[in-house]
């Protein structure tokens, strides 16, 4: 149990919409991360928020975009959903200190695209 | 450009013996290095992790290996039980020049522990 949580846990979009999917991070944790699970890969990077502001971004186009709260909340949106689009969305989220950080994962949401 | 692989997509043991995962990277970039578990229908949970400037890192039945000279690393469980079936990620970042946010995946290793 990481005490990162994420809503909904299953979705289904049409190809052309747009999605809103949202997490809560771990207690005391002021960065999240945001990644992408295809079938049968490793979770792929999208981007990073640090104080509410993005710390590094992923090969991935401007259409998926994100948002942290003051709460340390987040939101990732994904525009003009593509096919490809399908997968599992996974945030994670650890404490930045001037040291090493591990990163805490939540169950998921699994998006897919019609 | 894969910069992790985990060449064995599966590993089966039986229950009591060694599983042993192993994880190659190419990035030399990369000085810090993570194992994560991950379950069906559940997020990657941290198992154990290992820093460059060591070769070995030890918690419980789990260490990991770290040669840098041959950018591999290997997990290995001792003993092993069935509970530790599970798909099995290894991962890397670079804490250098503040790029220490993004952890980079292989594409996992099933691991399937026979009673």
């Known amino acids: 149990e990481t005490g990162v949580t994420q809503s909904p846990t299953h979705l289904i979009k049409t190809r052309g919409q747009q999605v809103t999917l949202r997490c809560s991070s771990q207690?005391?944790?002021?960065?999240v991360s945001w990644y992408q699970q295809a079938l049968g890969q490793g979770p792929q990077f999208i981007f990073q928020?640090?104080?509410?502001?993005?710390?590094g971004r992923g090969n991935f186009p401007p259409r998926f975009s994100g948002l942290q709260f003051p709460n340390y909340s987040s939101e990732l949106n994904v525009n003009a959903l593509e096919l490809d689009d399908s997968a599992l969305y996974l945030c994670a989220s650890s404490l930045m200190t001037g040291g090493g950080y591990t990163q805490y994962f939540g169950p998921g949401t699994r998006l897919t695209v019609l | 450009d894969q910069q992790v692989k985990q060449n064995s997509p599966s590993l089966s043991v039986q229950e009591g013996r060694i599983s042993i995962l192993n994880c190659d990277y190419t990035?030399?970039?990369?000085?810090?290095f993570l194992w994560y578990k991950k379950y069906p229908a559940e997020g990657p949970t941290f198992l154990i992790s290992i820093s460059s400037i060591k070769d070995k890192n030890e918690d419980g039945r789990f260490t990991v290996f770290l040669n840098k000279s041959a950018k591999h690393l290997s997990l290995h469980i001792v003993p092993s039980q069935p509970g530790d079936s599970a798909v099995y990620f290894c991962?890397?970042?670079?804490?250098?020049?503040?790029?220490?946010?993004?952890?980079?995946f292989g594409k996992g290793t099933l691991l399937t522990v026979n009673p």
């Open positions: 928020y640090y104080r509410e502001e993005e710390n």
């Open positions: 990035n030399s970039m990369f000085d810090y």
């Open positions: 991962a890397a970042r670079s804490d250098r020049g503040g790029s220490n946010y993004k952890l980079t």
């Open positions: 207690s005391g944790h002021n960065t």
